[in-house]
C-alpha cells in the first residue's frame, strides 16, 4: 500500500464499539492516527470530513465465507461486483471459496484470484485453495504451493462439496498441521443426503420434498474432531446449522480440541417454514433448519461456542433460482445484509453488545484465518479497517438494489434497523451511504 496516496479521513461523532459520548476519528496514511473530542484539531486542510451523527464504529469485518463466483460464472457475480457488495456491508476482508470454475485448485488459479482483488482495491480477497483436485474428494492438492505463492493461502476448503473420505480427510489434517494452515469443512455425510432439497422433518414430510437430516451434518463434525484431535491439526466448520452440532462442538472445545464453527445470518434467522411457499430463494445447503436449532445456533454464538458469523454469500442467476423447488440451485446472497440481522437478532435483543458484534463478526474470524490487519482494537496506531453502523436507519431490501449481481436474497421486503453507512478499508472510504467509492 502506499501510503502517501491515502487520504487524510475525518470521522466525526463515532461512538467506537457503540459505548460512551461520541469523538471524532482521524484516519491518516492507513492508520488510526487520533481518536478523541480534539483528534480533528490536527487534521490538515484537505482531509475528507465524514459526519457521522452519533453512528456506531466497529472494526471493519471479515468474512471468512463468500463465493464471488470469478473465474466461471461471471454472469452471477465477479471479483469486482462481490467486493463492491463486500464494501457495502462493511467487510474488510472476504475469503473467496474455492468452488469456481475452474476450481482454486491450484497456484495459478489462487494467485489470479487474488491479484485481481488487489486490482479492485475494495476489500481484501483472500482466495480460498481447494483441498482435493476439482473437489472431487480424492486426491489433494499442492496446498504447499498455494500457500506459498503471492495469494500466500491459509485457509483450504472445498466447500461446495464435502472432503467425505475418512482417510482423505485424515491426510488433509495432517499436511495442514505441517503447513499451518486451516482446513474448513462443509460437513455433509453425502450418503445421507442423495437427492435431499430440505431439512428433514414434518415440514419436508408435508411438501413432498426429500429430506437432509441433521445426522448427515453432525456426522462428519463429530468425525472431523477426533481426526483433528489425533492428527493435532486445527479444523474449522462451515454453516453450523443444528442443536446437534452446537452440542458436539461444546464437547469437541471441553477436550481441548483445536475446533472452531461460523454460522449463516440466514441460519440465525430463518427455520424451515419458509418453504410452504416453493419458493426456490430458500433453498440452500445445509438447509435452514427449524426453530430449535436457529435459537440453539444464536444461543451457541452468543456463547463462543460458535465463534463467529460467515455470510456463505452464494450468488445465482435468476433462471437457476426461479424455478421448481428441487432444480434450484442452493443458495443465498449475505454480503450487504449480514450486519441488520445480527443486529436484529442479538444486540436489539440486548443479548450482545456491540462489541460483541464485533467479535463474532471481526475478531475472531481474522483470528481463525491469522489475519494480523484485521479485526483489530479502535486505537491510535491500529490499521484504518472500519465498519459505520447506523443503528436507526429503517433499511428495505431489494434485491434488484443490492451491489450483488444476482438478486437472490431471501430477504426482499424486510425492514431492519441497523444499517452499515460507511466503510473504511486501508484508511480509504469505500463505502458511504450505500454507495461504493471506487
Ligand atoms: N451454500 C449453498 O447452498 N451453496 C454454495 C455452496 C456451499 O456453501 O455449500 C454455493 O456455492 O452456491
Ligand atoms: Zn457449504
Ligand atoms: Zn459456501
Redesign the pocket.
Known amino acids: 500500500m502506499n501510503t502517501s496516496e491515502t487520504p487524510t479521513l475525518l470521522l466525526q461523532k463515532v461512538r467506537p464499539y457503540g459505548e460512551g459520548d461520541p469523538v471524532d476519528v482521524l484516519v491518516r496514511g492507513g492508520l488510526i492516527a487520533a481518536i478523541g473530542p480534539d483528534a480533528g484539531t490536527d487534521a490538515p486542510a484537505d482531509a475528507e470530513i465524514h459526519d457521522l451523527d452519533g453512528a456506531v464504529l466497529l472494526p471493519g469485518f471479515v468474512d471468512l465465507?463468500t463465493?464471488l463466483r470469478e473465474p466461471g460464472r461471471e454472469d452471477t457475480e465477479t471479483i469486482a461486483t462481490g467486493s463492491a457488495a463486500a464494501a457495502l456491508g462493511g467487510y474488510t476482508a472476504v475469503f473467496a471459496?474455492a468452488?469456481t470454475q475452474p476450481p482454486q485448485d491450484n497456484q495459478t488459479v489462487t494467485d489470479s484470484v487474488w491479484r485481481i482483488g488487489r486490482e479492485v482495491g475494495l476489500c481484501d480477497v483472500h482466495p480460498v485453495g481447494a483441498v482435493t483436485l476439482g473437489l472431487k474428494g480424492e486426491q489433494l492438492t499442492e496446498m504447499g504451493q498455494m500457500a506459498d505463492g503471492a495469494a500466500k493461502v491459509r485457509v483450504f476448503s472445498d466447500?461446495?462439496m464435502c472432503v467425505y473420505d475418512p482417510l482423505v480427510m485424515r491426510r488433509a489434517l495432517e499436511y495442514s498441521a505441517g503447513l499451518g494452515v486451516l482446513i474448513a469443512q462443509?460437513a455433509e455425510e453425502p450418503r445421507l443426503t442423495k437427492g435431499a432439497v430440505a431439512h428433514e422433518g414434518p415440514t419436508a414430510a408435508r411438501l413432498g420434498l426429500t429430506g437432509w437430516p441433521r445426522s448427515a451434518e453432525e456426522s462428519i463434525v463429530a468425525r472431523d474432531a477426533i481426526l483433528a484431535r489425533d492428527a493435532g491439526a486445527r479444523v474449522h466448520i462451515?454453516?453450523a446449522s443444528t442443536t446437534g452440532t452446537v452440542e458436539l462442538l461444546r464437547w469437541a472445545k471441553d477436550q481441548g480440541i483445536s475446533i472452531t464453527a461460523e454460522v449463516t445470518p440466514h441460519h440465525l434467522l430463518l427455520d424451515d417454514s419458509r418453504l410452504e411457499s416453493y419458493d426456490g430463494v430458500y433453498?440452500?445447503?445445509p438447509p435452514l433448519r427449524e426453530t430449535h436449532d436457529t435459537l440453539a445456533l444464536r444461543e451457541a454464538l452468543v456463547s463462543g461456542v460458535i465463534d463467529c458469523v460467515a455470510t456463505?454469500h452464494?450468488p445465482?442467476a435468476a433462471q437457476d433460482k426461479c424455478c421448481e423447488f428441487a432444480a434450484a440451485?442452493?443458495?443465498?446472497l449475505g454480503l450487504e445484509t449480514a450486519l441488520p440481522i445480527v443486529a436484529a437478532l442479538l444486540v436489539e435483543t440486548g443479548d450482545m453488545t456491540w462489541r460483541d458484534l464485533a467479535r463474532v463478526m471481526s475478531v475472531r474470524p481474522a483470528e481463525i484465518a491469522g489475519l494480523s490487519d484485521q479485526g483489530r482494537p479502535i486505537s491510535v496506531g491500529e490499521p484504518a479497517n472500519l465498519a459505520v453502523v447506523d443503528p436507526d436507519s429503517s433499511w428495505t431490501v431489494i434485491g434488484e438494489d443490492l451491489a450483488s449481481l444476482s438478486a437472490n436474497t431471501p430477504y426482499e421486503g424486510m425492514t431492519f434497523a441497523a444499517r452499515v453507512v460507511g466503510t473504511v478499508y486501508q484508511g480509504r472510504m469505500t463505502s458511504r451511504d450505500g454507495k461504493v467509492i471506487a
Not at 440451485?329 to 443465498?332: D, E, F, K, L, N
Open positions: 465465507h463465493h471459496m468452488n466447500d461446495g462443509h462451515c454453516h433453498r440452500v445447503n456463505d452464494a445465482h440451485r442452493p443458495g443465498m
